[in-house]
């Protein structure tokens, strides 16, 4: 059997690589496969395996953009799928400076971007399934417990805890989402991450979608949490995709708001049942005259003023939640979603940042640039449903899978 360069033949590889994808970090990675495969390899042995093949996907990745952006990607399948789902959002991991080795030199948090793009099975129904905000809604603990997880607001009463910061929270309503209710189905999920811009981000997506024929479907729907570069990503590659933001991300806005046009807990909790109720049956508008009422009764925001309120001035509070609901009403149609059986809330990549984050994120956890980018791909590929991982450990040089030449016609050729 050929041996790789690393002088391991390429199934043991290939264990390798899907170990150092699957654990928390290389020092797991290798204590899994001493103990499940009687691999004895140190972690800085499998960091480097594990970065070559990172690489070699990143490689693989961009050249598929580069197809795409020149217009000759064909789609690797003919079918129409009869939904095309995607969601975009964004996880957290800290970047070492460069230069100066292993360790916490110059470490800052950074964004890095997730896309789940899945097909689904769709089904329509005559009017409105669900007509009424569900009671999971309805109860607050529920709620507050929700809200905590996407965004760290504590709860609605007086004596609030302190909120976590943004290095500890994972920001993921999918911590705290188990609500049934997670419609349409899905099917065959592909990840792509990168801790590159939205403006690099874009390009990626579209591709995978591309590659997957996901323009050609029959029901598209991008869904995400109201942030302008998903927008933005929207109209630049997707505007054929119908624009879907998360319902539980608008509870999370209308939570706050609720929080702070009033002061008693029981007067909150009725502001925000009676928001989250209007949302839910598509009626944004009443909400957002309601919110400017309760904005211009706290006094007028004059531009000098604005830049001295304090973050938890009420009014900062309410024109910021104002701007979220007015900037996203478009969007927030979840009778018609939910009539068309489109999805209504992002929490699949909710879930899926939760899991990047496990492999990439942490107090101790610290990437170079290069390193950073590679994991992701890794990460991405291990996790995908569309067997991208098996078919690069099938192709990739080495394998024997592969068909070599004898040395002499690989000359000649």
């Keep these: 059997m050929r041996l790789t360069p690393h002088n391991y033949s390429p199934s043991i590889v290939g264990k390798i690589v899907r170990s150092c994808a699957r654990e928390p970090s290389f020092q797991g990675a290798v204590e899994a496969l001493e103990d499940l495969a009687e691999l004895t390899i140190s972690p800085r042995q499998a960091s480097r395996i594990a970065h070559e093949v990172g690489q070699q996907l990143q490689a693989q990745r961009d050249q598929q953009v580069e197809q795409f952006q020149a217009h000759t990607l064909q789609p690797r399948v003919e079918t129409h799928p009869a939904l095309a789902v995607v969601e975009v959002d964004g996880g957290r991991l800290q970047i070492r400076g460069e230069g100066g080795g292993p360790g916490a030199h110059d470490a800052s948090w950074r964004e890095d971007k997730i896309a789940m793009l899945a097909t689904a099975a769709i089904s329509p129904s005559d009017s409105d399934p669900e007509p009424d905000l569900p009671e999971c809604y309805r109860s607050r603990e529920y ?64 591709a995978a979608a591309h590659w997957r024929n996901f323009m050609n479907a029959v029901h598209r729907a991008l869904v995400g949490d109201g942030s302008a570069w998903i927008w933005k990503l929207h109209k630049q590659y997707f ?71 304090a973050d938890d001035d009420p009014r900062q509070i309410l024109d910021q939640e104002l701007g979220y609901l007015e900037r996203n009403q478009a969007r927030m149609d979840y009778p018609r979603y939910r009539q068309q059986g489109l999805p209504w809330t992002s929490s699949h990549v909710e879930s899926s940042v939760k899991l990047f984050n496990r492999r990439v994120k942490g107090s101790e956890k610290f990437w170079g640039e290069t390193g950073a980018e590679a994991i992701l791909q890794l990460r991405a590929a291990f996790l995908s449903e569309d067997d991208r991982l098996q078919r690069h450990l099938k192709t990739r040089p080495h394998s024997p899978f592969r068909t070599y030449k004898p040395r002499e016609n690989r000359q000649a050729a």
Excluded: N
């Excluded at 007028?300 to 001295?308: F, K, N, Q, S, T």
């Design 143 to 206: 709620v507050e417990k929700l809200v905590r997880g996407i965004s760290g607001l504590g709860p609605l009463s007086q004596s609030d805890p302190p909120a976590p910061s943004a290095a500890d929270s994972t920001a993921s309503a999918a911590e705290t989402e188990d609500d049934p209710r997670k419609k349409p189905e899905l099917l065959v999920r592909t990840y792509m991450a990168t801790t590159g811009s939205s403006e690099q981000f874009g390009p990626m997506v579209a």
């Design 239 to 309: 505007p054929t995709f119908e624009a879907i933001v998360d319902f539980l991300h608008v509870l999370g806005h209308l939570f706050a708001a609720a929080k702070a046009a009033a002061t008693a807990t029981e007067e909150r909790w009725e502001l925000f049942q009676g928001w989250a109720e209007a949302c839910w049956k598509g009626q944004g508008g009443q909400v957002i005259e309601q919110l400017r009422a309760l904005r211009d009764s706290l006094g007028p925001l004059l531009g000098a003023e604005v830049e001295g309120l």
